[in-house]
Nanobody, 126 residues
Framework: VLLVESGGGLVQSGGSLRLSCEVSGRAVGGIFIGWFRQSPGKERVFVAS????????YYADDVQGRFAISRDTARQTVFLEMNNLKPEDTAIYYC????????????????????WGQGTQVTVSS
């Protein structure tokens, strides 16, 4: 599976961005997708995930209510809508995929994902 992120950029605190993860090599409807982020000197951490059917979504506590994950199966793309951005959201954002039907809590772990995109930088200024 090939994943390509886009949509990152520089935004002021309180602003919004929409990240895209374009998927090829496998139908979006057949894989689980997760979004992670990594700040300099820190580990890669979970942001959000969406199930194969698109029915179930899961969010990290610090983005719950501000971020929304969705997908467009016709466009083979998964989105991460980010609102009310804060400086602490600054990071490189990665999308990742897995074919395995993990439990939602397991999808919070980077190690369960088989394929990763190259990342897109999000910078939130105060």
């Amino acid at each position: 599976v090939l994943l390509v992120e886009s949509g990152g950029g520089l935004v002021q605190s309180g602003g919004s961005l929409r990240l895209s993860c374009e998927v090829s090599g496998r139908a979006v409807g057949g894989i689980f997708i997760g979004w992670f982020r990594q700040s300099p000197g820190k580990e890669r951490v979970f942001v959000a995930s969406i199930s194969r059917t698109g029915e179930f979504t899961y969010y990290a506590d610090d983005v719950q209510g501000r971020f929304a994950i969705s997908r467009d199966t016709a466009r083979q793309t998964v989105f991460l809508e980010m609102n009310n951005l804060k400086p602490e959201d600054t990071a490189i954002y990665y999308c990742a995929s897995t074919l395995t039907r993990w439990r939602l809590v397991e999808l919070m772990t980077p190690n369960v994902y088989e394929d990763w995109g190259q990342g897109t930088q999000v910078t939130v200024s105060s």
